[in-house]
């Protein structure tokens, strides 16, 4: 069983960067896809960002594109995601999520994950 354990939620002024942090216990499949959500209250959970562990290749939410990046860090067995020119509407609770398989089709939708943290909150003030 893959357990995922975010970390780096905070409280910033908009403008301002972040950088959340998800580690695994174990990496089931080196294939698979590891992504980054968030969900604000009273809203559904929207994908962030993806990123392809054996290619690299990564996908982003047109909200976030030019400001937030996806990374992997192999040795450490982590996925970082970097946060810049932050806003208020980016204030939610961030979850990590990975899939036990290499297929996640467009990488950015919550039935395609099967393992998930149990989030990190984010706070952007105007």
């Known amino acids: 069983q893959v357990q995922l354990v975010e970390s780096g939620g905070g409280s910033v002024q908009a403008g301002g960067s972040l950088r959340l942090s998800c580690a695994a216990s174990?990496?089931?499949?080196?294939?698979?896809?590891m992504a980054w959500f968030r969900q604000a209250p009273g809203k559904e959970r929207e994908g962030v960002a993806v990123?392809?562990?054996?290619?690299?290749?990564?996908t982003y939410a047109n909200s976030v594109k030019g400001r937030f990046t996806i990374s992997q860090d192999k040795a450490k067995n982590t996925v970082d995601l970097q946060m810049n020119s932050l806003k208020p509407e980016d204030s939610a609770m961030y979850y990590c999520?990975?899939?036990?398989?290499?297929?996640?089709?467009?990488?950015?939708?919550?039935?395609?994950?099967?393992?998930w943290g149990q989030g990190t909150q984010v706070t952007v003030s105007s």
């Open positions: 990123i392809w562990r054996s290619g690299g290749s990564t």
């Open positions: 999520a990975a899939t036990s398989g290499t297929y996640c089709g467009t990488g950015l939708l919550t039935t395609q994950y099967q393992y």
């Open positions: 174990v990496w089931s499949n080196s294939r698979n896809c």
